[in-house]
């Protein structure tokens, strides 16, 4: 969908923690539901794919150390560049396609836990992408998919919202796609209820922090920007994040 996904992430890297500033509390409220489902304990072997600038890696890097170190694996070197200063965090430029192929060398052989959040929308094939990821797997391993549904809830223009819904995989076929890649597959969703000054979220879509955007012209942009201020009233904005949750168990 995005013709220079390197270049949208190299751009949005120098900001893309203080696109979350306005938001710790979905930040730490996210961490959480990853760590709740992957279960992670000392000595767990952890890859984390798009792992971008580890914003969401802080529940999981407290359970390893510099022996057990979360593998960070993003196609992006300028958002890995902006990884903290931790031997607890090992970078891997290369993409899940990459990885998924036993392209990459990585500290392990085998894996005990694998998060992709908000990142099956860029894999090229879905299918052979996650069967080669859960071949990586360990007995009793787990793999973690985190993404948003086609149809979002959010305030934004219509255009942005209808080419998001057409290139999103439904979390159904991520479900299928694990369980014939051999794991027990549960699906399940949690909402979160943004809370967000309706200028301040113009400003995040005019620098196209959702990968969507950047499929859009400057043109285009601004005129779905004055279509989201016509609709949306000036203060507060209210509505619900809601992510679907896709858990695999190698057994």
């Known amino acids: 969908m995005i013709r220079d996904l390197a270049g949208h992430y190299e751009r949005l890297a120098g ?10 509390d979905y930040v730490a409220w996210m961490n959480q ?8 304990g000392p000595g767990d072997r952890v890859a984390d794919i798009g792992a971008g600038t580890g914003l969401f890696l802080r529940s999981l890097v407290r359970q390893v150390n510099e022996d057990n170190p979360i593998v960070c694996v993003d196609p992006s070197q300028a958002m890995l ?10 970078p891997v ?17 085998k894996l005990d836990a694998i998060v992709i959040k908000e990142t099956v929308h860029h894999f090229t094939d879905l299918a052979k ?36 819904a057409e290139h999103q995989p439904e979390p159904a076929d991520i479900v299928s796609a694990m369980r014939d890649a051999g794991l027990d597959t549960v699906l399940d969703y949690d909402a979160f209820t943004v809370r ?14 959702m ?15 004055a279509e989201m201020r016509s609709r949306n009233q000036p203060g507060e904005l209210v509505f619900a994040d809601r992510f679907a949750f896709v858990l695999g168990l190698k057994t």
């Open 15 to 24: 900001r893309y923690d203080d696109t979350w500033g306005h938001r710790p």
């Open 33 to 40: 539901l990853v760590f709740d489902r992957l279960r992670i």
């Open 81 to 90: 560049d902006r990884l903290p200063d931790d031997p607890r965090l090992v």
């Open 93 to 109: 430029c290369a993409s899940a396609e990459e990885m998924a192929s036993g392209a990459v060398e990585l500290p392990y052989r």
């Open 129 to 164: 992408t996650l069967a080669g990821l859960a071949g990586m797997l360990d007995t009793g391993g787990r793999m973690l998919v985190v993404t948003l549904p086609p149809r979002l809830e959010y305030p934004l223009f219509t255009a942005a919202l209808d080419r998001f």
């Open 196 to 209: 967000v000054d309706s200028e301040h979220y113009a400003d995040l879509v005019a620098r196209r922090w």
């Open 211 to 225: 990968s969507v955007l950047s499929t859009f012209d400057d043109e285009q942009l601004a005129a779905g920007l």
